[in-house]
């Protein structure tokens, strides 16, 4: 976004080129602060309270912290202005090359002007130019790419969704080959995490075919190596799907080529296949040697993101092994996944949001596990048994035969103590079917016999 550096806000990462920058986390809050109001004067009381709110500029020497960041930048041109005296605050300026500081008024089609005046003004992205090809496909792309990754960052998967399919409809509408190549991988991983993966596999799959195009780093919806982005979604629909060793496969593969890329990489195959599968398959042992793995990568590069989630994934293990309930790192996907390790919900909100259907891929196993929450409160055995039929239901459609096991096995344990044991041994029979083979079909197995 300026010269060779690419700030990745939701991901609280920087990248010079490929490679993260190591950064105090303040700093780069501060960083993150003044892009998203670029060309703004902002107090220093203003960006005190947004990063290190309750203290003073000189608290926390602000000065510093601004210092640091033109030091890194300043190779190429000054970013940071003080503005009057130094107490009167900061201001970051991302003139395009050659352009003057002020954007000219937008003279073009409705829709572009729309798309662009609303990343200008509400987005608050860098400075963008457009002269005189309004119109052209790659005025869509960048744009709906820049909503996109703040939707899906921020865990809002139906408006990551309909972000991608914009991109979708008018680069195969103008014939942007790049285009289509870049929305079919938002799309898989919209997709994947609202539910929907039949339609995100395919997408994934045409990543692939494409694996070894050219594109800009700029066309980079996340930071990531599409064999390895790519991989991550097909591992864990795999699991889902009922096929553990496939997944693990899958999640192999995804972790070799994070390896070639760089430590961020790493941690997202760690964090999001690889540890995720571990714990699903009931491999704690697996599981906690991959999340000391993951916190090494984070401590050493500094992504303090990744290591909030490594340390909540051993608080997970700890909770699992007897101890007292984890807690997730602050977010919507850390407390969607965290509800599938370990059968508890960390949050009402993720209820309401998998009710809402503003995330799918883990809603079967999140109204299961309200259904079970129901129970052990001494709740009406009514309430459980309709959350354990919700969540069949739902895992039945998104054809999740690892959530299908999990739902059939409440629903059939309830069904059981409340003198219905033949309904349970029908519903477990069919969930075996579908299950197919692998790691999952054998623990059915097992909770058949249990049952």
């Known amino acids: 976004m300026f010269g060779r550096f690419r700030l990745f806000p939701a991901q609280r990462l920087l990248l010079d080129g490929k490679v993260p920058v190591r950064m105090n986390p303040n700093t780069l809050a501060l960083l993150t602060v003044l892009v998203e109001h670029a060309g703004e004067v902002l107090s220093e009381a203003a960006l005190v309270d947004r990063v290190w709110p309750g203290q003073t500029a000189a608290q926390v020497r602000l000065a510093d912290h601004v210092e640091v960041l033109n030091r890194l930048f300043r190779r190429s041109r000054p970013l940071f202005d003080a503005v009057g005296r130094p107490s009167d605050g900061y201001r970051l300026v991302l003139p395009a090359d050659g352009a003057p500081p002020a954007a000219a008024p937008l003279v073009g089609r409705d829709e572009v002007v729309g798309i662009v005046a609303e990343r200008l003004f509400t987005a608050r992205f860098a400075t963008l130019v457009l002269a005189g090809q309004i119109g052209e496909p790659e005025h869509f792309r960048g744009p709906l790419m820049g909503k996109w990754m703040g939707a899906f960052g921020r865990g809002e998967y139906p408006r990551a969704r309909d972000f991608a399919e914009r991109l979708m409809a008018s680069s195969v509408a103008s014939g942007d080959g790049l285009g289509t190549f870049v929305a079919d991988r938002m799309l898989a991983q919209a997709k994947h995490f609202l539910g929907d993966h039949a339609a995100a596999s395919h997408h994934a799959e045409q ?139 960390p949050d009402a909100g993720v209820l309401q949001r998998a009710v809402a259907g503003e995330v799918g891929w883990c809603a079967p196993e999140v109204f299961r596990a309200e259904g079970e929450a129901v129970l052990s409160r001494g709740g009406e055995v009514a309430q459980a048994e309709g959350w354990f039929r919700r969540a069949l239901a739902l895992a039945t459609t998104q054809a999740a035969p690892a959530w299908t096991l999990r739902a059939t096995t409440s629903l059939g344990r309830l069904l059981r103590d409340t003198g219905r044991s033949a309904e349970a041994d029908g519903l477990l029979a069919a969930a075996l079917r579908r299950c197919g083979g692998g790691v999952d079909a054998d623990r059915a197995r097992s909770l058949q016999a249990g049952l």
């Not at 890329?261 to 599981?287: F, M, N």
């Open 207 to 345: 990543v692939l075919l494409q694996s070894g195009r050219r594109f800009p780093l700029r066309m980079t919806p996340t930071p990531i190596d599409v064999r390895c982005s790519m991989r991550i979604v097909l591992a864990r629909i795999g699991w889902l799907q009922g096929d553990g060793v496939r997944a693990q496969g899958l999640a192999d593969e995804a972790l070799a080529f994070a390896q070639e890329d760089h430590a961020y990489a790493v941690c997202q195959a760690l964090c999001l296949a690889v540890v995720p599968i571990a714990l699903w398959q009931g491999d704690d042992d697996g599981a906690r040697r991959h999340v000391a793995d993951l916190l090494a990568h984070a401590r050493r590069q500094q992504l303090p993101v990744w290591e909030r989630w490594g340390l909540g994934l051993q608080a997970v293990l700890a909770e699992r092994a007897g101890g007292p309930p984890a807690a997730p790192p602050p977010g919507h996907k850390p407390a969607d996944a965290f509800a599938t390790f370990t059968g508890r919900l």
